[in-house]
């Protein structure tokens, strides 16, 4: 069936570098990748999303690189701070038996940045 | 310019109760989602529902879960003979009236605890 598989599971940096989370893909059909950020006890909130005609997308700290023939996408945040510290979850649309506004999301990243 | 809006934030329940949990879309959005999240996990859709139709059902539970968007009001999931099993939190997603695509915004979610 179709999956999203994120890594790595929890990820731990010093303020000011850069983290870079990954996720893949199983279907080729799908053209919609988003980024959301999720701090405890809150909803997720979108950050960045990319759609399959781009290969790269850059809002200030945060980028999201897409390379479609390998099925996979990256986040990519510069410049760590510590509010930056939340669960990150990458998703992709259900292409089978899905609809508009149904996500598949990976299993989420716990990011932690030490001041 | 009020977002996704969730109530109630946590709620508590009895095995065999029954829980009901509200969403109100962001002003101008008229496509309804129901996401579900256990602990330490990503989220997993449930249902896409527009005014008075339900559009894609394919992640609700056979049983015990059911969940309307009437032509006023606010958009419902309710979960009837709750067990342990249902304690996660329950988030609501709204997109714009119109919209073909899949940039969906979330609520803050309504927590539940079945005891």
């Known amino acids: 069936g179709e999956n999203v598989e994120q890594h790595p599971s929890t990820l731990s940096v010093q303020e000011g570098d850069s983290a870079v989370i990954k996720c893949t893909y199983s279907?080729?059909?799908?053209?919609?990748f988003p980024w959301y950020k999720q701090e405890l006890g809150k909803g997720p909130q979108l950050i960045i999303d990319?759609?399959?005609?781009?290969g790269e997308k850059k809002d200030q700290r945060i980028a999201v690189t897409l390379n479609k023939t390998a099925k996979h996408f990256s986040l990519h945040i510069t410049e760590t701070q510590p509010e930056d510290s939340a669960v990150y979850f990458c998703?992709?649309?259900?292409?089978?038996?899905?609809?508009?506004?149904?996500?598949?999301f990976g299993k989420g990243t716990k990011l932690s940045v030490k001041p | 310019n009020a977002g996704v809006m969730q109530n109630p934030r946590h709620l508590v329940r009895r095995r065999g109760q029954e829980a009901r949990l509200r969403c109100s879309p962001m002003?101008?959005?008229?496509?309804v989602y129901w996401y579900r999240q256990l602990p330490e996990e990503g989220l997993k859709f449930m249902v896409y529902?527009?005014?008075?139709?339900?559009?894609?059902e394919s992640g609700m539970p056979k049983e015990r879960f059911s969940a309307e968007f009437p032509k006023e009001g606010p958009s419902i999931l309710r979960i009837q003979q709750v067990v342990r099993g249902d304690s996660a939190a329950y988030f609501c997603?709204?997109?714009?009236?119109?919209?073909?695509?899949?940039?969906?915004?979330f609520g803050e979610g309504s927590w539940l605890t079945v005891v």
């Open positions: 997603a709204s997109s714009p009236q119109g919209s073909s695509g899949n940039t969906i915004y």
């Open positions: 279907d080729s059909a799908s053209n919609y």
């Open positions: 990319i759609r399959s005609n781009v």
């Open positions: 998703a992709a649309p259900r292409i089978y038996g899905g609809s508009q506004g149904n996500l598949i």
């Open positions: 002003k101008g959005h008229s496509h």
């Open positions: 529902l527009q005014k008075e139709n339900i559009i894609d």
